[in-house]
């Protein structure tokens, strides 16, 4: 009882002030995460699945519970599981910390697949468990790629920064952080919880909150939750950045990307939020831009690219991060290069952010005339470079006089301000959390595939929400060299610049630039020859 009294006073903690970014390539093992009250049948079937099936091996910790100690109650709570016939169901349970770190005790740890926390409780699981050899195991299950399930007191234990009580106002512990960054509320709507954990998300705005209802479960696989059940997640993140506090609403079948949402949190808890209220002037100092549209780019295109990087005998390193694993051993990129003329051409691409930090990993970089970025999703780019060195020598190329190319994702990497972010579907254009680019070219918001896809009227809505910004829709197969401040087109459509200072000309709200015109981006305007 004393050592509950201990972590309940715990307040503030240490994990609350700053939680660590999640990896972007996702937690190791899955998550099965139930709100309380009646299990719903997909969640227990998830969970099973996840473990093996036929072959899973699965432990039942008990703890939270107060019948736990009760041996004739031992049979309920394996139940549910011995139903659906897997290799194995093993109940672990003690209230001694002497006895969670013995071996033998633990040793069923060792070979399951899945640990499944029922509910109770909360700090009687954190109380035995946390710092022992019970909770090292369940940690090396989970990097082997095993799933972790639970509900209610087994669902708030997720969370680095758990709620262990408290009505209105939540009294704070820390939780095994088997989903970091996140605080898990349970029985949510049913006992009226809104209030406890938005005070906690206030408190505390780089967390996000998850709100769950009752017979409603997350599913967690890598980075991407999925709400199964039959009623909601709520989903809280604090004010910030110019934003109201969010609690949106997710019924089942929705899907939502864990680092998306926590980069959104970080962003409006920070003292600089993007985007700015007054961008910097779009210029290139030094060096030159080539940003193409995407559905694929003229020879002139190649040529041009191969020439502004300091000709054929120069260094062009190719980043294909983009694109989706597995990687085909060389890009299409790297193939067109070489077919255009160019000689030293090189592939630079991990997914591994402490790699991208390595200075062996990007040296190639502090040589090459000319980067290309590929065509695929912008938001990978993001993700394994973001504030890493290899994203400073990307920018020190342009700055001793080099090339930035890029198609696509490539192009929308280039500007400030990103669309199109989201990890789960290019249809969001102003996904909160992955709106930030590389900026190579400041002070603006490019769109690709833009009069094919017909995106006009998403640049409209995107220039109402950032006024500060030029907008730049490129059309396929058709490119702006940008040099100092002026943008020249080439290939075989238009580009459309949106100048939100200039009242629309006729129906359309943006000038249209077609192939060897220029316009200028500092001064938003055509240039006339």
């Known amino acids: 009882m004393r050592c509950l009294l201990l972590l309940a006073l715990a307040v503030p903690l240490a994990r609350a002030a700053d939680p660590a970014p999640l990896d972007p390539r996702g937690l190791p093992g899955p998550l099965v995460i139930v709100g309380g009250g009646k299990m719903p049948a997909d ?52 209230r001694d910390a002497k006895k969670a770190n013995d071996a ?31 909770e090292k195991e369940i940690r090396k299950l989970h990097a082997r790629g095993g799933v972790i399930g639970g509900t209610s007191a087994g669902a708030a234990v997720m969370s680095d920064t758990m709620i262990a009580g408290g009505k209105e106002k939540a009294t704070l512990a820390d939780g095994f952080g088997f989903l970091p960054g996140f605080v898990v509320d349970q029985h949510f709507t049913n006992r009226k919880r809104e209030a406890r954990l938005q005070g906690v998300i206030a408190e505390h705005p780089k967390r996000v909150g998850f709100g769950l209802d009752e017979g409603t479960a997350i599913v967690v696989k890598g980075r991407v939750a999925r709400v199964i059940g039959d009623a909601s997640l709520t989903v809280c993140v604090a004010k910030g950045a110019g934003k109201p506090a969010a609690n949106d609403e997710y019924k089942a079948g929705s899907l939502l990307d864990l680092c998306q949402l926590q980069r959104a949190a970080f962003n409006r808890a920070s003292s600089e939020p993007f985007p700015p ?82 200075p062996k990993f990007s040296e190639v970089l502090t040589k090459a005339g000319g980067v290309w970025f590929s065509g695929g999703r912008q938001w990978r780019f993001v993700d394994s470079y973001e504030g890493t060195l290899t994203a400073k020598r990307f920018h020190e190329v342009l700055a001793r006089g080099g090339a930035i190319g890029g198609s696509s994702a490539g192009a929308s990497i280039q500007s400030e301000y990103m669309p199109r972010g989201h990890p789960l579907g290019n249809t969001v254009v102003a996904a909160e959390g992955y709106e930030r680019g590389f900026g190579f070219l400041p002070g603006v918001a490019v769109d690709q595939h833009f009069f094919a896809r017909k995106r006009t009227a998403d640049m409209t809505g995107l220039m109402k929400l950032y006024p500060q910004y030029l907008g730049i829709g490129l059309d396929e197969a058709t490119a702006i060299v940008v040099q100092g401040h002026v943008a020249e087109v080439i290939g075989k459509s238009k580009v459309g610049f949106y100048d939100t200072r200039k009242k629309p000309d006729g129906e359309k709200d943006y000038e249209e630039v077609f192939p060897n015109g220029k316009y200028d981006l500092k001064a938003r305007k055509v240039v006339k020859e």
């Open 104 to 134: 033998e005790f633990v040793k069923p740890l060792t070979e399951a697949t899945g640990v499944w926390f029922s509910g109770g409780d909360q700090g009687k699981l954190t109380a035995a468990y946390r710092g022992t050899l019970v």
């Open 277 to 358: 209220a007054k961008p910097p002037v779009p210029e290139v100092k030094k060096g030159a831009l080539m940003i193409v549209g995407g559905g694929g780019s003229t020879p002139e295109m190649w040529k041009r690219f191969i020439e502004l990087s300091g000709g054929p005998d120069a260094t062009i390193v190719v980043i294909p991060t983009a694109m989706e694993d597995p990687l085909a051993p060389e890009s299409g990129e790297e193939k067109i290069l070489k077919r255009n003329g160019a000689k030293n051409v090189v592939a630079l691409h991990t997914r591994d952010r402490k790699e991208a930090d390595n």
């Open 43 to 94: 969640a227990r079937e998830a969970f099973f699945a996840l473990a093996g099936k036929a072959k899973a091996k699965i432990v039942v910790i008990p703890t939270a519970s107060a019948s736990a100690d009760d041996a004739k109650e031992a049979e309920s709570f394996l139940k549910q599981w011995k139903d659906l016939e897997p290799a194995s169901v093993v109940l672990l349970h003690t």
